[in-house]
């Protein structure tokens, strides 16, 4: 599991640097700006181990998050100017914690022994809800709404989560190739700025 | 218990609808559509259950919830240009889901041991809190907020449902007339234009 | 504990009334202007107790808080002509209410055998939430935004507590001491204008 951990703190880093990134365009104050960057990483997972009933929730128990969310917020403030040149490997950074945090979602839903299309529920809601509540509280429109494929990438991953689970393919590769379905989905569809037709009423 | 279980999936089938209606005027894709109708039915009994420790919440372990509210959102979607024709319909949906999902909450919370008022309290979250997160995510202005009674007709119900408690009245029945209450409360209130005073300040 | 009990209840009171007068300048009914109170007063303990795990959450158990509330919003609203004279009081109220919470989130962390970062953490979310969930609802800016020192004060006072306890210094004194200090330190900032600076980036 030594990879997925260092994964896992890879997207809790962009999810942190995404936090700054946007409070600091708000003109909030350091603390302000460490806040919104907490809530944009563990949101996601908070929202899942609370409905779940896993609590405390993982953040409180483990406190390599903490550290590494203080670490990222800190250098991220001090290199604000140069951010910019980042903001590619961001979207990076970004993409691959969204894609890790659906499939750890969908493992800890099977662990709970749910339904495979409660822990896709699950998933997504672990890797968005973080995204959502830092644009709720930045007066952002949240992160679902725009154009940009965004939650539609999660549930896809979800679904050919569960589609490699039906064959003999080894478990990590699962993983492994589900997670990859978000990531690379997402980035092509940015990429070639393809989104699913809005359903607006005639 | 049947038909107090018909009567939660109507309820569940008009929150659903209710989310779809509001997410495509937002233009949102079909998975955002499927996201506010999931959180508009499931939210309230999230709450509650959370608040209580009832954990994995009901809708994870309950299929039938998931199936009815895709199966719903489908529907809406694709006949949405003949939706406007239900939309009354609607209104009678979303008012017995309101009702429902009020004595439902109560009743929680006296299976949990707690005072009725704050069962009152839980059920009137149970029943309002799907809404006002809807139009949180939606950026509209919240349920509770407009003029129409919408939280006051479930803390109505509420009381009716505790007064008759004290009386030999058999327990479907007390479950019947206070859901009733809010029911019938809440559409005369709107049929007459009939809302509580706002309390502004002189 | 009967002193800490009691600055609790003024702590719950300050809340309560503070939901009052911004549900009131919204021109909520009566059952809306409620609900912002228990809201505001009950929020930030609420998220402590559901991320601890410790359900049902402390306002269900204990009835006192469910009193307290209900009398102060009726009282609110009978005296709302006056209330602008208690203006000033209320902000020490609700000062005090800041720190109190803070440290009884911090010794419920401490319960639960957190870190003291994470007990920090929590104490500042129990201080905050029910300020922030007031102001969401009520479309407006939330309090950790405002130029006013609001988290800022919790995060102090939370170091400081932890400071005092390396030490020999009774616990109950490491309580007023810490609680003092948030009281404190927001007091001096709104005083005399102090804020952190804003991380705008160049």
Do not use: Q
Request: charged fraction near 15%; charge should be positive; glycine fraction near 8%.
């Amino acid at each position: 599991m030594n990879m997925f951990y260092i994964l896992d703190i890879l997207g809790t880093i962009s999810f942190a640097i995404s936090g700054v990134l946007i409070a600091m365009n708000k003109r909030m104050d350091i603390f302000g700006v460490l806040i919104i960057a907490f809530v944009t990483s563990v949101g996601g997972g908070t929202l899942r181990d609370v409905l779940i009933g896993n609590t405390p929730v993982a953040w409180m128990k483990d406190m390599t998050f903490a550290y590494v969310i203080i670490s990222s917020t800190v250098l991220a403030i001090i290199f604000k100017n140069k951010i910019d040149y980042l903001r590619k490997s961001l979207f990076l950074f970004d993409t691959i914690g969204i894609g890790l945090y659906t499939v750890v979602g969908i493992e800890k839903g099977l662990n709970a022994e749910l339904h495979p299309l409660i822990c896709i529920a699950l998933g997504t809601m672990s890797a968005c809800f973080g995204g959502v509540i830092r644009d709720i509280l930045c007066n952002e429109i949240p992160v679902i709404f725009r154009k940009e494929i965004y939650a539609t990438a999660c549930i896809l991953g979800g679904f050919v989560y569960f589609l490699l689970k039906f064959t003999a393919i080894d478990s990590d590769l699962v993983f492994i190739i589900s997670g990859s379905v978000v990531i690379i989905s997402r980035s092509l569809a940015v990429k070639f700025k393809i989104s699913l037709p809005s359903l607006y009423r005639d």
